[in-house]
């Protein structure tokens, strides 16, 4: 496994880490096996993934209590991140949606987030937080100010509570903001070989400032494993069922996506490794791109993402899939 700094907060984490979306459960992922996610955990752990990220909104705290009971005895081995912002307490803050029978909010007032870090700790069963990360910007019309927002995570560190501060989901001229009100160890954001759009700026100024970055729906959900068939098919309510967020899901488009998978069978049989393993390591290869955050599922998932972490491929070979991914065009 490779390890690379969170910025400069001397923090090192391995480059692929155990994102827990998916460990929330709910209506989005069509339930989850509580005693399964452990058992994935503790997989990618002995594989020697030491990165875990998790948010509260998971499931309203339910990753975060699976997280502290999988790490209780383990939490000196793991380098943990989590995420503030999304509120479903009361009314503070804008509204962000509906989920799962709950209005959220975006809330990043101090108050709030005083609330939140607490909350975390409890749950997590630690009293620090690795990584502590904004999961998206304020909105109007609440519209909390950057600084004001910064100052409080700035007090938390002060305080112990977390040793280092993360923004997720942010623009550019956001980014730029948080950076210059504090230290920002990190940037979180969806980036792959079909959703590209990071690489206009956020990735190129993440690069040049010396932030890492945290890539999420790297393997999108699934789809780039090559496991996702014509004949798959999905709840409805769950998050794969929603083609405006992902239309690569769409049965018209599916068949390219497919067929791009098929044709990097040589290269699987070249790296010994599976289609999962060659897209993750591909992600990896591109400029400004540090860690990518997997969804473990199952011991299986873990095993497999845990294998990339130690892929290089040749430029030639990158070079190979940017193009194929390139000849896809947009989704229809």
């Not at 496994?1 to 460990?23: D, E, R």
């Amino acid at each position: 496994m490779q390890f690379k700094t969170l910025g400069n907060s001397g923090i090192n984490a391995s480059v692929i880490a155990i994102g827990t979306w998916v460990t929330g459960g709910g209506e989005s992922w069509g339930g989850v096996d509580d005693t399964e996610s452990i058992r994935a955990i503790d997989a990618a752990l002995d594989r020697g993934i030491n990165f875990i990220d998790t948010a509260a909104s998971y499931g309203w705290g339910h990753a975060e209590e699976v997280l502290g009971k999988a790490l209780k005895d383990k939490r000196d081995q793991v380098i943990l991140a989590t995420k503030c912002g999304i509120w479903w307490q009361d009314a503070r803050g804008s509204f962000h949606y509906h989920l799962d029978g709950k209005d959220t909010y975006i809330s990043l007032r101090p108050d709030t987030i005083q609330i939140e870090v607490e909350n975390s700790l409890r749950r997590l069963q630690t009293d620090y937080i690795d990584l502590y990360q904004v999961h998206w910007p304020a909105k109007e019309p609440e519209n909390t100010p950057i600084a004001e927002t910064m100052a409080c995570l700035l007090k938390l560190k002060e305080e112990g509570k977390i040793r280092s501060i993360g923004v997720s989901n942010v623009s550019l001229d956001e980014l730029e903001s948080y950076c210059g009100c504090g230290d920002i160890a990190s940037d979180q954001f969806r980036y792959s070989m079909l959703y590209r759009e990071p690489e206009e700026n956020i990735l190129p100024y993440c690069e040049k400032n010396g932030l890492s970055t945290l890539t999420y729906m790297s393997l999108e959900q699934g789809l780039l494993t090559g496991k996702v068939g014509m004949d798959r098919s999905f709840k409805e309510g769950e998050f794969r069922t929603n083609t405006d967020w992902n239309p690569w899901f769409k049965l018209e488009n599916r068949p390219k996506v497919l067929a791009m998978l098929e044709g990097w069978t040589d290269l699987t049989a070249k790296y010994e490794c599976t289609l999962a393993q060659l897209v993750i390591a591909w992600t990896l290869a591109q400029p400004g791109v540090t860690h990518i955050l997997c969804g473990m599922r199952t011991v299986a998932q873990a095993e497999d993402n845990s294998g990339a972490g130690n892929i290089q491929l040749d430029p030639a070979d990158v070079a190979r899939i940017r193009q194929d991914a390139l000849a896809l065009g947009d989704p229809q």
